[in-house]
């Protein structure tokens, strides 16, 4: 049996994680990692009765999970990964909002601890194909922009996914401004930058995560979109995560590479 801590098991993606681990033979929840809590009776976010809660992580003794997933916030999630590797846990992460620079300090000590896990941004098959497509569209189409739309809740922007586009696509073209002599005449109108890729941010309720990426050539455009309208599409990604992570022996960033 597979044991599982959950953090941010009470958020929206934490109780969808919950519902999964759950459901999934082989699998069991044991703890669970929450910032504030209205009860603390497990069974009120449907976590096996048994299941430890814990509001402080430096509470959290080793052995008690052998998989940490973490769905909190970005200002947690480096405290979490690595509390998580020291401590013997595979970290499987949905949490946006890592700097490469932190990535950079979490693979390294993964590789020091000998041990595996997945960083993803995005869960979801359309993301992960969107993100693949753009990549390869980039290499005839070297001019881009993203445009990412989330829930008014989100916490980050751009989005983790609108990012690791941005990264994928620069990859394969040479880094350069579209469009370099336009004056701002509202600052921000322009949207964010990733070596010359302008990244635009929407926030509005009824959205849950969505993504275009417009690729404009001479005289004609590409645009690739994808759409996750229910939280439930980004849990087969973290089934395959939970399935393989106990196979990897460094941390791994990107559900493409271990599909
Ligand atoms: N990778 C993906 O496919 C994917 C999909 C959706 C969301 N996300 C990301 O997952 C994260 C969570 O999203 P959400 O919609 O569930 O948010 P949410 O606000 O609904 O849930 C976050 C939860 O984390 C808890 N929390 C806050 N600080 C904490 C801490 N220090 N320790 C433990 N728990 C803490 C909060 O109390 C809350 O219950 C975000 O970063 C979001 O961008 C990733
Ligand atoms: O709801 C969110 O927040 C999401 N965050 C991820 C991101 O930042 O890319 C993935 C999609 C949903």
Do not use: C
């Not at 950079?104 to 993301?127: D, Q, R, Y």
């Not at 394969?172 to 302008?198: C, F, W």
């Not at 635009?200 to 995560?209: D, E, K, S, T």
């Not at 404009?216 to 309208?229: M, P, V, Y």
């Amino acid at each position: 049996m597979t044991k599982v801590l959950i953090a941010g098991f009470a958020g929206s993606m934490g109780q969808q994680a919950v519902n999964l681990v759950n459901s999934l033979p082989g699998f069991e929840i044991t703890a669970g990692l929450a910032h504030t809590l209205k009860s603390q009776n497990p069974e009120d976010y449907q976590l096996p009765a048994a299941a430890k809660i814990f509001t402080n992580r430096a509470d959290i003794p080793a052995g008690i999970a052998d998989v940490w997933v973490d769905f909190t916030v970005p200002s947690a999630v480096y405290g979490n990964v690595k509390f998580a590797l020291e401590h013997g846990f595979r970290p499987v992460v949905g949490t946006t909002g890592l700097t490469d620079e932190q990535e950079g300090e979490l693979l390294a000590l993964s590789k020091k601890k000998h041990l595996g896990g997945l960083i993803a941004p995005n869960f979801g098959m359309s993301a992960v194909l969107l993100m693949k497509f753009a990549k390869e569209a980039a290499k005839y189409f070297p001019d881009v922009e993203i445009i990412e739309m989330h829930h008014e809740d989100k916490k980050d922007a751009p989005s983790g996914t609108a990012l690791s586009t941005a990264k994928m696509i620069a990859e394969v073209r040479e880094p350069h401004q579209t469009a370099p002599d336009t004056t701002e005449s509202l600052a921000g109108a322009r949207g964010g930058d990733y070596q010359g890729i302008k990244i635009h941010a929407v926030r509005l309720p009824g959205y849950i995560a969505h993504e275009q990426v417009l690729f404009g050539g001479k005289g004609e455009a590409l645009t690739i979109r994808q759409d996750s309208f229910d939280r439930g599409s980004f849990m087969s990604g973290v089934k395959v995560a939970l399935e393989r992570v106990g196979e990897l022996d460094q941390l791994v960033v990107g559900l493409e590479n271990i599909l």
